[in-house]
T-cell receptor
Framework: GAGVSQSPSNKVTEKGKDVELRCDPISGHTALYWYRQSLGQGLEFLIYFQGNSAPDKSGLPSDRFSAERTGGSVSTLTIQRTQQEDSAVYLC???????????FGPGTRLLVL | AQKVTQAQTEISVVEKEDVTLDCVYETRDTTYYLFWYKQPPSGELVFLIRRNSFDEQNEISGRYSWNFQKSTSSFNFTITASQVVDSAVYFCALSGATDSWGKLQFGAGTQVVVTP
């Protein structure tokens, strides 16, 4: 079946602009996660959504970062007033109801000039 | 706090050699989960295995095997008879069993280079 999809695959933006990154989880998966992968910081948890519960936002690095999940499916990660240190690969994952594992998408490579 | 240490930054082997990747973890949780993921050059993280903290049985899947030892807080991964397609970065990860389940704590990764 189809895996997690993310768009765009690459995004180049100028410092100070806002960006939106999209994630489509695997059909039937109930939980959705965002991570960030950068050379300096490795793989970092950002936020996760589980069903109708309030999201766990404990990994968001600043209030410039926000995420929402509409209809329990698609999610959008928004970064406002981007900074150069936001440059990274943003990875989305989803997991089935039994939460055996998190299955990752291909990521969005963000470059802030 | 949870922590995962992968001390090996890079391992280079010749095809058909065995390679063992070390993973040491720290957690205060009594119930937790350990994972291994593979990240090939294409970039997508591929799930390999999950192990529960209460199940110390070793596992073998084809050329892959995992050794979980709670006494030493280690969850090591061995690739037997390595192949060029095994070249990738391998990540060990840890999560709690309750409210921290969704937060995978990753190690820094080990780059495996397999040459023909």
């Amino acid at each position: 079946g189809a895996g997690v999809s993310q768009s765009p695959s690459n995004k180049v933006t100028e410092k100070g602009k806002d960006v939106e990154l999209r994630c489509d989880p695997i059909s039937g998966h109930t939980a959705l996660y965002w991570y960030r992968q950068s050379l300096g910081q490795g793989l970092e948890f950002l936020i996760y959504f589980q069903g109708n519960s309030a999201p766990d936002k404990s990994g968001l690095p600043s209030d410039r970062f926000s995420a929402e999940r509409t209809g329990g499916s698609v999610s959008t990660l928004t970064i406002q007033r981007t900074q150069q240190e936001d440059s990274a690969v943003y990875l989305c994952a989803s997991s089935p109801p039994d939460r055996v594992a998190q299955y990752f998408g291909p990521g969005t490579r963000l470059l802030v000039l | 706090a949870q922590k995962v240490t992968q001390a090996q930054t890079e391992i280079s082997v010749v095809e058909k050699e065995d390679v063992t990747l070390d993973c040491v973890y720290e957690t205060r949780d009594t119930t937790y989960y350990l994972f291994w993921y593979k990240q090939p050059p294409s970039g997508e993280l591929v799930f390999l295995i999950r192990r529960n903290s209460f199940d110390e049985q070793n596992e073998i899947s084809g050329r892959y095997s995992w050794n979980f030892q709670k006494s030493t807080s280690s969850f090591n991964f061995t690739i037997t008879a390595s192949q060029v397609v095994d070249s990738a970065v391998y990540f060990c990860a840890l999560s709690g069993a309750t409210d921290s389940w969704g937060k995978l704590q990753f190690g820094a990764g080990t780059q495996v280079v397999v040459t023909p």
